[in-house]
């Protein structure tokens, strides 16, 4: 009886502080999720946009890079593909080495900007 007492009459009490920092967490994490998905939607909304685009165009199907037909079975698989499966491999290793690149400056900018 006296314990109940207790909890009904401090409702700033540590356990309940302890229930808000975990639903206040928790719509954090729900946050990011919508944000991640506004992200998502947006960008396959952007997809579509480009694809309709091409279509308009008459160059979807056909590569961005080489202008070669994308195979159908690649289409089928991505239908957003813009790139040949040859260019996007290729695309994909030169990002690989860009990255790397990028590494390799960010480390050097940050010894320039020590510098002044
Ligand atoms: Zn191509």
């Given at each position: 009886m006296k314990i109940r007492d207790v909890r009904t009459e401090s409702p700033n009490s540590p356990t309940q502080g302890v229930l808000d920092a975990a639903e206040s967490s928790e719509a954090d994490i729900q946050d990011e999720i919508e944000f991640a998905l506004i992200q998502m939607k947006a960008e396959t909304l952007h997809k579509i946009e480009e694809a309709l685009r091409r279509l308009e165009e008459g160059t979807?199907?056909?590569?961005?890079?080489?202008g070669e037909e994308i195979s159908e079975r690649r289409l089928r698989a991505l239908?957003?593909?813009?790139?040949c499966k040859d260019c996007e491999e290729a695309r994909e290793t030169a990002q690989q080495r860009e990255r790397a690149i990028a590494q390799r400056r960010g480390a050097a900018s940050l010894f320039i900007d020590m510098q002044g």
């Open positions: 979807f199907g056909y590569c961005f890079e080489c239908p957003f593909a813009v790139r």
